[in-house]
């Protein structure tokens, strides 16, 4: 009696090798689910922060090449205007500055005590009435004057606050773009103001509002495409290892009984066998000649009486 409850206890029954071998089949996957996963979430880290560096050395390149470009359109305005009557320059501001609906980039000419000599903006000159003091809520005054307040000779630059249009980034984007992209992404504007003097009134000022609707457009676009990146890197991540794990569960699951060994192996191992010879095989001894007209009679499945019987 005590042997067979030992050999009960020592000899476990097929189920319970089933469920063991089961339960690390599942513990492997997992594993292996999670090696796989965890190495896509190392690639895209690895890739993003290349990604996130390229993109604010193309941001600088892109702000260079906004200043320099408003830089030479203020040159091209001050050696039309400078040192001619305010009538004068109110004339040529009318051939230079086009009225246009466009915001991202506002060009204004205007005097040292705000009367507006040119505006490039549809309908502003005559909202503001001819003063661009008119509206301080818009017009950041001693920002716009400032080469004017310090004797500038040369392009002032500063970052600008443009009252009706706010960046299309939510308070986490903006701070993730703080970090590592460009630390004034919150300033949605940026100025451009250089000093020029009128013949007769005085000093003045000729001013760019540039907006960085453009910028925030292309760095959009630019994170969208991360985004992108980062769903293929973890779909071929998940596909992979599911592949991986689909052919190590048929591995596994076939060894388990003999008879899915054996389909197992027939399904993984091709039939390189020769085919059968019809010359060499026992069909040619096994079919009686024919007699003519005697139907074929199978001689084997008839019982013959023997003689003498």
Known sequence: MSDTINSIYSNPSKEEIVMKKTKSLFIAITTLLFIFLTGGLSVYKIYELNFLNSLRLAIESKERKTATDNEKIINNI?????NKSSNDIKKIADTLLVPSKNQDKNIIIALKDGTLLGHSKLGEMERLSGNIATDEFVYNIDLIFQPVSINLDSTFQ??????????????????RLKHYIISDIDKNGTLFSRRFVSSDNGEGVIAIIYSKKSLYSFINNQL????????????????????????????????????????????????????????????????RP????????????????????
């Open 290 to 309: 024919l007699q003519s007209g005697v139907e074929p009679v199978i001689l084997d499945a008839i019982p013959i009486k023997k003689r003498g019987n």
């Open 78 to 82: 001050l050696n039309s205007i400078n």
């Open 158 to 175: 500063s970052d600008y606050y443009i009252i009706d249009y706010k960046p299309p980034f939510n308070k986490k984007e903006t701070e």
């Open 224 to 287: 969208t495409r991360l985004t992108n990146i980062k769903y293929i890197i973890f779909a071929m991540s998940l596909i992979i290892a599911s592949l991986i794990a689909v052919l190590l569960y048929t591995v596994l699951r076939c060894k388990q009984t003999n008879s899915s060994n054996i389909i197992c192996e027939s399904a993984l191992q091709p039939d390189l066998s020769p085919a059968p010879d019809m010359n060499k095989s026992n069909f040619r001894r096994d079919v």
